[in-house]
């Protein structure tokens, strides 16, 4: 017995020692820019909702955050923007201007009332809403964001806590399945009091303000970052993770301090819902353990994936998508092929990848991804109504993670819109789940085929390396 305590106490010592060691090899730093586009010199068309919705006035500015994280000469850049989207392409250019990093991801909190970055969203459907001149400025007040984080890097310990707030998530889609658990990482000043910084990743549509909505704003994610950084006095970066299927902020009861419950789409309960996620954020802050997040490993995979929207491709045709499209011949890991001209089923490239950062793995997933397909939960058999009811189970992403601790950015260096299961796909009657319409989401997804493929990869690219 006594040999037995002493073994464990000379393990705890030794993992302690192991610890400490590994904690000293990591260093972060934070970074942030304003990317708010000037209203009153520029025509800027909200994104998110319907077509010609202009902003007429500011309610809260919009931000680049981003962390950078070191492990010796190893660096990992994470940037996270107040826009609905960014494509593939235009990350790739920031990654050209980003030299001596491991890995680049930016993604996008999916802001639903913020400039067009995607073209989706002009006058009319086949006007694009995008602002050139904005996407430049854009990409530089990212990469200087990026290299403000990395000259700022210093010396950290980590910390990971979770909690699980499904009261603050509505699901409009049937089943029920909610990715309600948000993850904070807090990194430790070098030897004092105090946090250096907070990443917080959370699985919501910042869409409060609603479809009506002409105010520029960063929808609750502003408020959530505001209230984190007066409590710690530090910088925090907000990651949105699963927001498919569709988790969001509207129908969410939100009360004011009175417990008077505060009318939809205003700036009333957009703050309030923005100050509660930082409620729970801290929570997790304040339980968070330390945790190693060293040392890096990086995967990732170029995808190609067959677009099957038949409004996508006219939005290609109409100049609207402003990003190029090769033939799909059935192969996702084909080599990149131009196409000469759109006609029979082309593809899109995309990237997917996992970070390991030690202790705790992140999955960047380029799209809009539905929570059953994270945390598990399609429905099996398939529901009476289905298009595909024999379609296979794709893996669920988190199931293929097996680290300490989980994470999620969707929209991560890509957004490819709703990525949901085959077996839930339902264009044709009759629908799922009692339904005389049909659900929403397919209209804004690649295809039945997305779902398989890319979950596919994912869990590919967790296997050993050989
Ligand atoms: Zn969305």
Not at 55 to 60: Q, V
Not at 112 to 139: A, I, Q, R
Not at 319 to 332: H, I, K, L
Request: aromatic residues 6%; charged residues 25%; hydrophobic residues 40%.
């Amino acid at each position: 017995m006594a040999r037995t305590t002493r073994g464990i106490v000379a393990a705890v010592a030794l993992a302690i020692l192991v610890n400490s060691a590994r904690a000293g090899d990591l260093a972060v730093g934070f970074g942030s820019a304003d990317v708010t586009p000037d209203i009153k010199a520029r025509e800027v068309f909200l994104a998110g909702f319907g077509h010609n919705r202009k902003a007429t006035e500011i309610h809260s500015r919009l931000h680049v955050r981003a962390v950078v994280l070191r492990d010796g000469d190893r660096k990992i850049a994470i940037a996270s923007v107040d826009v609905v989207g960014l494509f593939l392409p235009f990350v790739e250019r920031v990654r050209a201007r980003l030299t001596g990093f491991h890995y680049v991801l930016v993604g996008a909190t999916h802001n639903h009332h913020g400039p067009d970055t995607m073209g989706l969203w002009g006058t009319h459907p086949f006007k694009s809403g995008v602002d050139p001149e904005y996407m430049k400025h854009l990409e530089d007040q990212i990469v200087a964001a990026v290299q403000a984080a990395d000259a700022g890097a210093k010396p950290t310990e980590a910390a990971v806590g979770t909690v699980k707030i499904p009261e603050l998530l509505h699901d409009s889609r049937d089943p029920q399945i909610k990715h309600d658990e948000l993850v904070a990482l807090a990194f430790r000043k070098p030897g004092g009091d105090g946090l250096a910084g907070i990443v917080v990743q959370w699985n919501c549509h910042p869409e409060t303000l609603d479809s009506k909505n002409p105010r520029l704003s960063s929808d609750y994610v502003g408020s959530t970052c505001d209230a984190l950084k007066a409590k710690y006095n530090c910088p925090v970066v907000y990651l949105t993770g699963t927001v498919g299927g569709l988790m969001t902020s509207m129908h969410v009861d939100v009360k004011d301090t009175n417990g008077q419950r505060l009318p939809e789409g205003g700036v009333a309960k957009t703050e309030r819902f923005g100050v509660l996620v930082a409620e729970a954020a801290g929570r997790a802050v304040d339980a968070a353990v330390p945790a190693r997040l060293t040392p890096f490993d990086v995967r990732k995979t170029s995808l190609l994936l067959p677009v099957d929207n038949a409004m996508y491709r006219l939005a290609k045709q109409a100049g609207v998508f402003d990003r190029a499209m090769e033939p799909w011949a059935g192969d996702a890991y084909a080599a990149p092929k131009s196409l000469e001209k759109l006609e029979g089923r082309p593809g899109v490239r995309t990237e997917v990848g996992r970070v390991r950062l030690g202790e705790v793995e992140l999955a960047v997933i380029p799209g809009e991804i539905y929570p059953e397909l994270v945390v598990g939960g399609v429905p099996d058999p398939a529901p009476t109504g289905a298009d595909f009811p024999d379609a296979p189970l794709e893996p669920a992403i988190y199931a293929s993670m097996k680290s300490k601790y989980r994470m999620i950015v969707g929209l991560g260096n890509d957004e490819l819109g709703y990525i949901l299961p085959k077996r839930q796909w339902d264009e044709k009657a009759p629908y799922t789940f009692g339904r005389t319409k049909p659900p929403y989401g397919e209209v804004n997804s690649l295809g039945p085929d997305t779902a398989p493929i890319l979950c596919e990869a994912f869990r590919r690219l967790g296997e050993e390396k050989k």
